[in-house]
């Protein structure tokens, strides 16, 4: 059984630093994708970094040169690295991950989801 939990969730105040890491147990893809996406009260959940098993990253525009997406393989985590931050980051973010088979990673593709964690921006 796949299971994903973030950790490091909080309040911090705009421009400042926050990060967030997922532990995943169970998952025993060679070739996967894992992802962060966040969502805010009273909006669509959006897709805001992957990372796929060979290292790719994306982002999405909005965070693109403040937040990184990285991965321990060895310690089957992955991590989101927030700097920068604004008011318009406060969200739950979600940690989610997929098999892959020969593509690349989409924001559509994930089946395996945490239970998410709450990072608060305040002005």
């Known amino acids: 059984q796949v299971q994903l939990v973030e950790s490091g969730g909080g309040s911090v105040q705009a421009g400042g630093s926050r990060g967030l890491s997922c532990a995943a147990s169970?998952?025993?893809?060679?070739?996967?994708?894992m992802a962060w996406f966040r969502q805010a009260p009273g909006k669509e959940r959006e897709g805001v970094a992957q990372?796929?098993?060979?290292?790719?990253?994306d982002y999405v525009d909005s965070v693109k040169g403040r937040f990184t997406i990285s991965k321990d393989s060895g310690k089957n985590t992955v991590y989101l690295q927030m700097n920068s931050l604004k008011p318009e980051d406060t969200a739950m973010y979600y940690c989610?991950?997929?098999?892959?088979?020969?593509?690349?990673?989409?924001?559509?593709?994930?089946?395996?989801w945490g239970q998410g964690t709450q990072v608060t921006v305040s002005s």
């Open positions: 989610a991950a997929a098999g892959r088979g020969w593509s690349g990673c989409y924001w559509g593709m994930y089946n395996y």
């Open positions: 169970g998952f025993t893809y060679s070739r996967y994708c």
């Open positions: 990372i796929s098993s060979d290292g790719s990253t």
